[in-house]
T-cell receptor
Framework: AQTVTQSQPEMSVQEAETVTLSCTYD???????LFWYKQPPSRQMILVIR??????QNATENRFSVNFQKAAKSFSLKISDSQLGDAAMYFC????????????FGPGTRLSVLP | GAVVSQHPSWVICKSGTSVKIECRSL??????MFWYRQFPKQSLMLMAT?????????EQGVEKDKFLINHASLTLSTLTVTSAHPEDSSFYIC??????????????FGDGTRLSIL
């Protein structure tokens, strides 16, 4: 079974600065998908960014980018120019390529943005 | 974009009551829906996978008779918490996969239901 680990329960960043959230996972599969989801106080799950394991190029979405290291099974999220609205719980998630497979979520990292 | 509607958003009821939560895909067809449970300050834990027209697949430790799941159409799955007790109080979230999308597409989440059992 796959597992996802987020070693930072809480992180804080100054507004406009850059922060990196860590995620590692364990799997025996060679192809899979990785996601970062954001859950603000409203508890709505919001997709931040996704990465296909077969792609070597790191995904980017505006201020959000990932550092995907397949051999190390590492998938960190970098948030640049942090904004107050970025404050939330961030969950790293793994999903197999088999259609219908659910997400395996990490325990989450609570990010605070300081004004 | 794809929308998943979850209803109700918040329910408070007495112990022993059965509570039904609906999860609807509004603008796409979902052959598979997932039900998650989230305790305060914790991650989402998969409870069951709901497949249209067939029995749900429950995760280990989830009581099938306690959490009844019905996926009668391609746009609706329901979770019924039977004879709810205070320990069932939690945040329940559904998500759905668009059958027309490739596997690399993300699931679409509902906004969740906060269940409080008195």
């Amino acid at each position: 079974a796959q597992t996802v680990t987020q070693s930072q329960p809480e992180m804080s960043v100054q507004e406009a600065e850059t922060v990196t959230l860590s995620c590692t996972y364990d799997t025996s599969e060679s192809d899979y998908y990785l996601f970062w989801y954001k859950q603000p106080p409203s508890r709505q799950m919001i997709l931040v960014i996704r990465q296909e394991a077969y792609k070597q190029q790191n995904a980017t979405e505006n201020r959000f980018s990932v550092n995907f290291q397949k051999a190390a099974k590492s998938f960190s999220l970098k948030i640049s120019d942090s904004q107050l609205g970025d404050a939330a719980m961030y969950f790293c998630a793994y999903r197999s390529v088999d259609y219908g497979q659910n997400f395996v979520f990490g325990p989450g990292t609570r990010l605070s943005v300081l004004p | 974009g794809a929308v998943v509607s979850q209803h109700p958003s918040w329910v408070i009821c007495k112990s022993g009551t059965s509570v039904k939560i609906e999860c609807r895909s509004l603008d796409f067809q979902a052959t598979t829906m997932f039900w998650y449970r989230q305790f305060p300050k914790q991650s989402l834990m998969l409870m069951a996978t709901s497949n249209e027209g067939s029995k749900a697949t429950y995760e280990q430790g989830v009581e099938k008779d306690k959490f009844l799941i019905n996926h009668a159409s391609l746009t609706l799955s329901t979770l019924t918490v039977t004879s709810a007790h205070p320990e069932d109080s939690s945040f329940y979230i559904c998500s759905a996969r668009d059958r027309a999308h490739a596997p690399n597409q993300p699931q679409h989440f509902g906004d969740g239901t906060r269940l409080s059992i008195l």
